[in-house]
């Protein structure tokens, strides 16, 4: 299948891989050595809960090998406390951030809103307005009623992905038709355990054939995540 889609998943330091993943006798200071030889991309999550800083990025940049790609998701500062109001500086100080300190292995920019935070027009407004559309932004909801042409259509028109999710009572549309492909597989029925079938991954490969983009598995809470992330390379 001719695709540039690159598979990866949303965390790696993962005790559940041991013996099915990472060998019985490799070190957990190995543990990302031995990611970044199988995969080209990782989801970085951690800048979620911590606010990011350029030393931190630099470490990312220089232990991981040539032509590597992050995607880096937002502080839940800006996504889920101020919710993108009053929060320019801190978007700056994030961008600049991912740009300085990963450099050319910074691929996508992730916003994650929770699941309160239902769609508006003015929302919609608002978050075109605040992003640097010099990145390669994409944004995740977590509120079935975002799932609407008026955003899709901004976001068109703004060079702005709509990621694809699968998560539990949300539509697991698979988009085809932004920037550029972006899949968050989360787990369903069970959040974050839950693990996708063949037929499953099989589907979403078809869908995505010739595109661009990332595909991440964020079942990590178990062994599934890598294991599927290790099928739809071979798919891929």
């Known amino acids: 299948m001719k695709t540039d889609i690159s598979i990866g998943c949303s965390s790696y ?9 990472y060998p019985e006798n490799l070190p957990t200071s190995k543990w990302f050595d031995y990611y970044c030889e199988r995969f080209n991309t990782y989801e970085f999550n951690g800048s979620f809960y911590k606010f990011p800083t ?8 220089n232990k991981t090998p040539d032509h590597f790609i992050f995607s880096v998701k937002a502080p839940k500062e800006i996504t889920h406390i101020k919710k993108f109001i009053s929060c320019e500086a801190l978007l700056n100080d994030f961008y ?21 935070y239902s769609f508006t027009t003015e929302r919609l407004i608002n978050i075109v307005q605040n992003l640097d559309l010099s990145f390669k932004n994409v944004i995740e909801f977590r509120h079935e009623s975002w799932w609407n042409q008026e955003v899709w259509d901004a976001f068109r028109q703004n060079n702005i992905t709509f990621c694809s999710v699968s998560y539990p009572r949300l539509p697991q549309t698979i988009f085809t038709d932004f920037p550029l492909v972006y899949i968050r597989l989360h787990g369903v029925p069970k959040l974050f355990y839950s693990s996708y ?8 490969t078809t869908k995505i054939a010739s595109k661009s983009g990332f595909v991440y ?5 178990s062994e599934a995540g890598i294991l599927n992330a290790l099928e739809m390379k071979r798919l891929i």
């Open 217 to 221: 598995f964020n079942n990590t809470a």
């Open 13 to 21: 330091n993962n005790r559940f891989w041991k013996g099915v993943f």
């Open 96 to 116: 600049n951030c991912c740009k300085d300190g990963l450099k050319e292995k910074l691929g996508c920019v992730l916003f994650q809103f929770p699941p309160s």
């Open 197 to 204: 079938s063949s037929d499953e991954l099989l589907d979403i």
């Open 54 to 61: 350029l030393r931190i990025f630099g470490n990312w940049y």
